[in-house]
């Protein structure tokens, strides 16, 4: 083992940063067997503990190199709230100029579903997403993602639930497909039989249609999909999500077709939200039931959550249901997802955050200016 190379705190090396593969690299560069990885994975990951000092199957070396140039970083809790269905919020920070993720905690009888942040705000600028008002600053990095689940996962182990964290879906702030690498890298570790051993069925990465990263995903891994569609044509679609001017319909039901083509057991999941005399006529739902009935998948109809200032009003529940009767008549799975957390704005569409604004978006918002052109996406 080289000698302790003493850094200054901001210069150490974050480990919630690698996954196994990386880690194994990062201790074989540094003179160490690959087993160290899963040794210092299952410390930190299943166990929760982050003190070097505490992991006593390594050497005494191995622990004073680890001390003086690595750390296990993890966000500072700023708020935490409570809703009255048990739902869970909580605002991290994750660096020091006072930008903050929020991350979301469902439970339920036979599980507790983390919705987990993949961005300090959203690049997208869907007109319904309160998220996208606030603009966009910058990608999260792998550990400011796993940290979300590190600490839900072990703050319900200190409560008593003998699971912790059982799902993970990629729906809180931000398009997870563009920040591909970072949260792939999380992915690998919330699967990793050394880490979190999330079956790869209950995770899930919820995409706006991002279509070449689709394409991307197919070939890293098999986890769960959800695309955020909303609209069952190109012309209702490039206004509410206005990435669809770039990745209209027909290239983005070609990319879920390719996700799932030769996995039996591979369904996507299309995220449907209930606009009040928007998208939610009995014609929106023959257009729809005709554009994905020949493609294996579940349909979410999701009730739209208020926000300030917001342009929409839900769709009644008399619509709602009408909706899901004619697109389960016609063979769809559908379910209405029942909305959870919304008193502490903690639903779908409702999270925020608070971060410095790269993008002005929001300043424009707040001036009541309409900005839902020039989209610029990376790919």
């Known amino acids: 083992m080289p000698e302790p190379n003493p850094m200054s705190e901001t210069a150490k090396i974050n480990l919630l940063d690698f996954n196994r593969g990386a880690l194994e ?17 299952q410390w930190v990951h299943q166990r929760g503990v982050t003190d070097f000092a505490l992991m006593t199957d390594m050497s005494k070396a191995l622990r004073e190199f680890l001390r003086a140039n690595c750390c296990i970083e993890r966000p500072r809790i700023l708020t935490r709230q409570l809703a009255a ?15 903050a993720i929020e991350c979301v905690l469902i439970p339920e009888k036979t599980r507790m579903t983390l919705c987990v942040s993949s961005q300090l705000g959203c690049t997208l600028n869907c007109s319904f997403c309160s998220t996208a008002k ?29 699971q912790g964290v059982t799902n993970v879906v990629f729906m809180g702030m931000g ?24 079956s790869k069925r209950r995770v899930t990465i919820s995409t706006a249609g991002v279509a070449p990263a689709m394409h991307n995903l197919e070939q890293v891994t098999d986890v769960a999909l959800a695309v955020s569609l909303h609209a069952p044509n190109d012309e209702l679609r490039d206004q509410l999500v206005p990435l669809n001017r770039k990745y209209p319909i027909g290239e983005l039901l070609q990319a879920c077709r390719s996700y799932i083509d030769g996995y039996r057991s591979r369904k996507i999941t299309f995220e449907y939200v209930m606009l009040e005399g928007v998208n939610d006529g009995l014609e929106h739902a023959r257009q729809l039931a005709a554009l994905i009935g020949d ?3 579940k349909l979410n109809l999701i009730p739209f959550n208020p926000y300030a200032h917001a342009i929409y009003e839900c769709s009644s ?18 379910v209405t997802r029942r909305a959870r957390g919304d008193d502490i704005d903690a639903a779908c569409g409702q999270l925020v955050g608070a971060f410095h604004d790269r993008s002005r978006r929001s300043q424009k918002y707040q001036l009541g200016l309409k900005d839902i052109g020039g989209l610029s996406v990376a790919h």
């Open 134 to 162: 606030q603009g966009f600053n910058r990608n999260l990095t792998t550990a400011e993602i796993i940290a979300q689940l590190h600490f839900a996962h072990h703050s319900l182990l200190a409560e008593g639930h003998p």
């Open 295 to 297: 493609i294996p998948c």
């Open 85 to 99: 269905d048990g739902t869970r919020k909580w605002l991290l920070g994750v660096d020091d100029n006072d930008n």
């Open 25 to 41: 690299a990062f201790f074989v560069a540094n003179g160490e067997k690959p087993f160290r990885a899963r040794q210092l994975m």
């Open 317 to 334: 529940q008399q619509t709602i249901d009408r909706f899901r009767d004619y697109t389960a008549g016609k063979g769809i799975v559908t």
């Open 175 to 198: 398009e997870p497909l563009l920040n591909f690498d970072a949260v792939i890298a999380a992915v690998d570790m919330m699967c990793d039989d050394f880490a979190y051993a999330l």
